[in-house]
């Protein structure tokens, strides 16, 4: 939003030719100005730039900031699932809500420079009465995903044969069909996994970088282009698709890593925010916290191929699976308020091992390793959110020779009527329910407490279980 348009303006409302837009006080800028000072606007307000971006708040976003404060156009690098796209996106919410643009102009000419020909001469012939429309933020943003069939005309342009047909001659501008980086002028375009773009294709952005303009068919068509340019790339692209050629790089003003989330809290609040579960089955804190040790622990696996990376996707996925897995078991033992249990987690496995790159010498062993690393990342939840928990009222009622059936069709009142009373149940309920999850009280997060406790105390050996078909027994 510019100084001048006010705050969720409807575009009716704005002026509708140059006469009245001049007469408005409107300034133009260029876009990497706009951009420049929208951020430092949100900067000085103490408002949050880069919305839904996780973890980078002292690494990656003071870089970029310097970058958009430069005007640099930039490369982010980085392994996949880091966030890139999601990042570059934010990028477009920096720009003016609405700007003016010629009306009918397929390259957004702004009405006090218009470039192309066509509304050249619609200024020339309307003057002050030439049409102005308005376009949204939301419309300035442009996308490419990098494909070795991209052609130079899907992102510069191509001559039109059938505006040929119609009587234009190939040395028209008119004849030209606009790709995707000129329909987005004064705009943010994105080339999502630039070395994926042929060697030949990338060498057609030197002038978009450099000069600014555009060339066709070896026509001398110098269309001044104002964009704000941003590619993603992974540091080392282990599929050997390509690279970016240097003279490319060059012309980017800027090259910021990325990573994953540096800690605990931050895999969490990612999970939190990213996985598709509202509306659907409750999954406890505690459940969440396994999914992002689970995670770490494989990112960090001398049997996983650290050079492809472990996808932020791979716990979004995981913890989803876990919630339908409790879906399922709701429908099919009538509970009414489905909660994930721990034994939701083994079903994850299967699940996500396609998304993990696995060494050589690992081949046969996926399913194992990885189930070792779910148990691992189970303990330490365990000693993490229960280890200072008294739980002598449970490991007693297995020295008196009790035993506990769970498994993914095992409801959760089955499961208490099991375990019976328990004196100490509110407050572990209360450690492992620790955002008041379990506020008012509900026998699935009752349930959910008491595996998990359960599970821990096998994965400590301090009691045993047997597993038959898709039960688990605990026992002494």
């Not at 704005?14 to 409107?26: E, W």
């Not at 996985?275 to 969440?288: F, K, N």
């Not at 301090?462 to 026992?475: G, L, V």
């Amino acid at each position: 939003m510019s100084a001048d348009t006010p705050a969720n303006t409807n575009a009716a409302d704005l002026p509708a030719t140059l006469g009245v837009l001049r007469a408005s006080g409107h300034v133009h800028r260029p876009v990497k100005a706009e951009v420049r000072e929208n951020l430092l606007t949100r900067m000085r307000a103490g408002e949050d730039r880069f919305p839904g971006v996780v973890g980078f708040d002292g690494t990656v976003l003071p870089r970029l900031e310097r970058a958009l404060l430069a005007g640099h156009d930039l490369i982010l690098l980085g392994e996949r699932g880091q966030g890139k796209t999601r990042l570059i996106r934010t990028i477009a919410s920096l720009l003016d809500e609405w700007t003016p643009v010629l009306a009918g102009c397929p390259i957004n000419d702004h009405p006090y420079a218009p470039v192309c020909a066509a509304c050249r001469r619609a200024a020339a012939r309307d003057g002050e009465d030439l049409r102005v429309a308005w376009l949204h933020r939301d419309d300035r943003y442009g996308e490419k995903l990098s494909t070795p069939d991209t052609a130079v005309g899907d992102l510069i342009g191509d001559i039109d044969p059938v505006k040929l047909a119609e009587g234009h001659s190939l040395g028209d501008p008119e004849s030209v069909h606009y790709g995707l980086l000129p329909r987005t002028n004064r705009g943010v375009f994105c080339l999502n996994e630039l070395p994926d773009l042929a060697a030949r294709i990338q060498v057609a952005l030197f002038n978009v970088l450099e000069e600014r303009d555009i060339q066709i068919r070896g026509y001398a068509l110098r269309l001044p282009l104002d964009i704000l340019l941003v590619a993603s790339a992974n540091p080392e692209d282990y599929t050997n698709r390509g690279r970016i050629i240097t003279p490319l790089k060059d012309r980017f003003g800027a090259e910021i890593r990325t990573h994953y989330p540096p800690g605990l809290s931050e895999e969490t609040a990612l999970i939190r925010q990213e996985a598709a579960m509202d509306g659907g089955p409750a999954v406890p804190t505690h459940l969440v916290e396994v999914l992002a040790r689970f995670t770490r622990l494989v990112r960090e696996s001398s049997s996983v191929d650290d050079r492809s990376g472990i996808s932020a996707r791979f716990a979004i996925a995981g913890i989803e699976t876990a919630a339908a897995s409790a879906a399922r078991r709701a429908a099919l033992t009538g509970e009414e308020h489905p909660v994930a249990r721990v034994c939701d987690l083994p079903s994850i496995v299967e699940t996500l091992q396609g998304k993990v790159e696995f060494e050589v010498g690992e081949e046969g062993r996926e399913t194992e390793v990885l189930a070792h690393l779910l148990r691992r990342a189970t303990a330490d939840t365990f000693r993490s959110t229960l280890g200072g928990a008294d739980l002598g009222a449970l490991s007693e009622r297995f020295a008196e020779g009790a035993t506990v059936e769970s498994g993914e069709l095992v409801g959760s009142e089955e499961l208490l009527r099991s375990v019976g009373p328990l004196p100490g149940l509110s407050d572990l309920i209360a450690r492992v329910a620790s955002n008041g999850e379990a506020d008012p009280p509900n026998p699935g997060y009752a349930a959910a407490a008491v595996e998990f406790a359960l599970e821990g105390l096998y994965l400590n050996r301090r009691i045993s279980k047997d597993i038959i078909d898709d039960r688990s027994i605990y026992r002494t």
